[in-house]
C-alpha cells in the first residue's frame, strides 16, 4: 500500500506562485511514476503534470507549459508541482497520484492505483 498527503495548497493572486508537495509512505515510491490531477467545480478532473520515476520524462498538460514544474525527490519520497504565473483558472482541487506503471496517468479508464486527498488551490483576480 501506498499513502500519498498532499500540502502546500491555499489562496494567492493571479500571477503569484504556490508549491505543493506530496509525501509518499509505503512500499517502493523511488520505482513509482507520479502526477498532479486537478479537479475545478463542475468539470472533471484531469491530468496536469506527470514524471517518470526516474524524473527522466516530465509530461504537462497544454494549459500549464512554461508555467507549472514537476519534480522530484527520491530520498524524500516526496514530489513537488511548482506552479508560478497563477491563473483564476488554475483554481481547483489537486490531488497527488502514483502507480508503478506511467502509461496508466494517461488511460482514462484505468488511471493510477493510488491518489492523495487533494489540496484546494485558488486564484484570486
Known amino acids: 500500500q501506498v499513502q500519498l498527503v498532499e500540502s502546500g495548497g491555499g489562496l494567492v493572486q493571479a500571477g503569484g506562485s504556490l508549491r505543493l508537495s506530496c509525501a509518499a509512505s509505503g512500499r517502493a515510491f523511488s520505482r513509482r511514476a507520479m502526477g498532479w490531477f486537478r479537479q475545478a467545480p463542475g468539470k472533471e478532473r484531469g491530468l496536469v503534470a506527470a514524471?517518470?520515476?526516474?524524473?527522466?520524462?516530465?509530461y504537462y498538460v497544454d494549459s500549464v507549459k512554461g508555467r507549472f514544474t514537476i519534480s522530484r525527490d527520491n530520498t524524500k519520497n516526496t514530489v513537488y508541482l511548482q506552479m508560478n504565473s497563477l491563473k483564476p483558472e488554475d483554481t481547483a482541487v489537486y490531488y497527488c497520484?502514483?502507480?508503478?506503471?506511467?502509461?496508466?496517468?494517461?488511460?482514462?479508464?484505468?488511471?493510477?492505483?493510488?491518489w492523495g486527498q487533494g489540496t484546494q488551490v485558488t486564484v484570486s483576480s
Open positions: 514524471i517518470s520515476w526516474s524524473g527522466d520524462f516530465t
Open positions: 497520484a502514483a502507480d508503478l506503471v506511467l502509461d496508466h496517468f494517461f488511460t482514462t479508464t484505468r488511471g493510477p492505483d493510488y
